[in-house]
C-alpha cells in the first residue's frame, strides 16, 4: 500500500505509539470521569479527589523529569513496556486500597509508572523518523492523548466506577505486552535504532542547555504550564463543573463530558491544519490559538445558559489544546538534533505536571471560596498569558527575518 519505505515504517511506528499511548490516557482520565459517582456514593470528598489528582499530577511531573533523563539510556521498549505493565497493577487495586494516604500513594505511583511512556516514545520516533513524519507520528498520540478523555467517559457512563479502573488496567496489561514485543520486532528490522543523535561522551551537556535556551525553551515552558492546567486540571473537573455549576445530573453530566472532550479531540488535527496554513511557523498560530480561547472563557463568564457554556467552555478548552499539539508534535520533535529530545521532553512535561497538580488542589479548595465563575476568570487569565507568549516568539521571528 505504502511504496516510500519511510513512509511505512513511521506509520508502524506511530500507530504502535499512539495505541499505547491512548491505553495510558484512558487510565488516567478514569478518575475525573468517575468523580460523580465516587462523590454521590459518600465515600468521598471534593477536596480529598483533589488530593488523589494532585499526588497523581506531582509523581507523574517528577517521573517525567526522572524518566525523561533515563530515556537517554534506556531503550523505549524496555521503560515503555514496563511502565504500562506496572501502572496496570497500582491502577487495578486502587479501588480496593483502604486508608487515605496509602489511596494516595498506590494512585501517586500509577502515575510515576505511566510518566515512563512519552519522553522515551518521542525520542525513539524523534529518532527514527523524517521530520514531517515525526510531526504526523507525533499527532497522532497527541490525538490518543485527547480521546482517552471520552473513552474514559464512556466507560463511566455504562460502568460503576470500580469496574472502570478494572478495564483501564487490562488494557495497560495488553498494551505494554504488545508494546515489548512489536518494538522487539522493529529492532531486529532495524526500523528502530536507538541513540542516533545522543551526545557523545566527549561533548558537553553544557551546550545542548544554551542551544535549548537559543531555540525558545523558556517561552515553551510558560507554554506547558498554561496549557497543562487547562488539558490537565480543568478536563479532570468538567464532570464535576457541569454537575454542580450547570445543574446536570450525575449521568449527564458524565454524557456531556464524553460529548465535549470527544469533539475536542479534533483539535489536534485542526492544530497542525492550522500550522502548515501558516507557513510551518509556531508563533502565529500560538497566537491565534491563545486569543481564541481567552475570548471563549470570557464570555463563558458572562453566559449562564448550560447549552451556551458548555459550548463555548468547548472552544476554550479546543484551542488551547490546538496550542498544546503546537508544543508536543512540533517544537519537541524539533529539538532533534540537540541530542537531549528524551531529557527536554521530559522535562516539560514535567513543568506542565506541575502546574497541574498545583491548579488541581487550588480548584477543589477554590470552588467553595471564590466559586466556579470567578475560576473561570482564571482559566481566562492563563490564555492572556499564552497570548503575550506567543507576540514574544512572533516579535522574535520577525527580527530573525530582518536580519536575514
Sequence with gaps: MFKNEKVRNALLLGVLCSVSYLAVYIARNVLGAVTPQMLNSGLYTEQFIGTLSSAFFYFYAFGQLINGILGQKIN????????????????????????????????????????????????????????????????GYTFASFFGSPVAGILASFMVWQSVFTVSSISLWVMGAVTFVSFLILEKKKIVVYGRFDKKK????????????KRDIIAFTIVSIITGVIRTTVIFWMPTYFNQYLGFSEKVSTSVYSASTLVICASSFVSI???????????????????????????MYFFHIPVVNVVLMIMGIFFSNCATTILWSVYCNSLKDTGVVSGATGFLDFVSYMAAGISSTLFANSVNTI??????LVWAGLMVVGVLTAIYLLLKDRRKSEAI
Excluded at 494516604?101 to 515512563?116: E, H, N, P, W
Excluded at 492550522?274 to 471563549?296: C, G, H
Design 76 to 139: 523505549a521498549r524496555n521503560m515503555m513496556s514496563f511502565g504500562l505493565i506496572l501502572a496496570g497493577v497500582f491502577n487495578f487495586v486502587f479501588p480496593y486500597i483502604k486508608g487515605d494516604v496509602s489511596i494516595t500513594l498506590v494512585y501517586g505511583l500509577m502515575g510515576f509508572c505511566l510518566s515512563m511512556i512519552y519522553a522515551p516514545m518521542t525520542k525513539v520516533v524523534a529518532e527514527n523518523t523524517e521530520p514531517i513524519h515525526a510531526v504526523r507520528c507525533s499527532l
Design 371 to 376: 466559586g466556579w465563575g470567578n475560576l473561570i
Design 202 to 213: 566527549g561533548e558537553k551537556k553544557e551546550g545542548a542547555i544554551k542551544e535549548l535556551v
Design 273 to 299: 491544519f492550522i500550522y502548515e496554513r501558516m507557513k510551518r511557523t509556531m508563533s502565529k498560530p500560538l497566537l491565534l490559538m491563545f486569543s481564541v480561547s481567552a475570548i471563549a472563557f470570557v464570555c
